[in-house]
T-cell receptor, first 116, second 114 residues
Framework: EAGVTQFPSHSVIEKGQTVTLRCDPI?????LYWYRRVMGKEIKFLLH????????ESGMPNNRFLAERTGGTYSTLKVQPAELEDSGVYFC??????????????FGPGTRLTVL | KNQVEQSPQSLIILEGKNCTLQ??????????LRWYKQDTGRGPVSLTI?????NTKSNGRYTATLDADTKQSSLHITASQLSDSASYIC?????????????FGQGTTLQVKP
């Protein structure tokens, strides 16, 4: 069974440009999460989808970040326009169920974003 | 404020030795505590998940303990191997009926030397 996949693995862009990250969850997992780790900090929650609906987007840093999950399958995270502080590793995770603390979340390998 | 703190920040041990990593949390209301292993360039992989009522859980050479009263957890690695070199992250989930949001510690970087 394929795990969570993310594309691209690395992205280097200039400040002000737009970048779109993609996540394909494990097939059948309704729950999809985005997390981010900036240099020297812990991994932090960004948002949680249940199918195509945003269940919790309390971790999204600002309106330059837009996450979508059309059709409830793969998800994209767009950063527009990118700023230097957006650099970090963006992880996607998926789980079968959530609620009450959630079920086991399976993580993708991450996308390393560098904004110059 | 919900927080997870880990110690030590980094650790070097010789192959075959045991080690224990610590985690303190202030997440409330508490749902469960997880330990993840993250190899360089990869995503975190779950080692153990413990709920409020569980004091200990093992996964091969990994044994996690939980004291919900003192809000402390530990991860004990027995007979370490070179492949155990990785970052070990303590993660706590707050109780909620509708979200699977996880709160991460900064991790302990373990290096196992031959």
């Amino acid at each position: 069974e394929a795990g969570v996949t993310q594309f691209p693995s690395h992205s280097v862009i200039e400040k002000g440009q737009t970048v779109t990250l993609r996540c394909d969850p494990i097939s059948g997992h309704d729950n999809l999460y985005w997390y981010r780790r900036v240099m020297g900090k812990e991994i932090k929650f960004l948002l949680h989808f249940v199918k195509e609906s945003k269940q919790d987007e309390s971790g999204m840093p600002n309106n330059r970040f837009l996450a979508e999950r059309t059709g409830g399958t793969y998800s994209t995270l767009k950063v527009q326009p990118a700023e230097l502080e957006d650099s970090g590793v963006y992880f996607c995770a998926s789980s079968l169920i959530s609620g009450r603390g959630g079920n086991e979340q399976f993580f993708g390998p991450g996308t390393r974003l560098t904004v110059l | 404020k919900n927080q997870v703190e880990q110690s030590p920040q980094s650790l070097i041990i010789l192959e075959g030795k045991n080690c224990t990593l610590q985690c303190n949390y202030t997440v409330s209301p508490f749902s469960n505590l997880r330990w993840y292993k993250q190899d360089t360039g990869r995503g975190p992989v779950s080692l153990t998940i413990m709920t409020f009522s569980e004091n200990t859980k093992s996964n091969g050479r990994y044994t996690a303990t939980l004291d919900a009263d003192t809000k402390q957890s530990s991860l004990h690695i027995t007979a370490s191997q070179l492949s155990d070199s990785a970052s070990y992250i303590c993660v706590v989930s707050a109780y909620s009926s509708n979200t699977g949001k996880l709160i991460f510690g900064q991790g302990t970087t373990l290096q196992v030397k031959p």
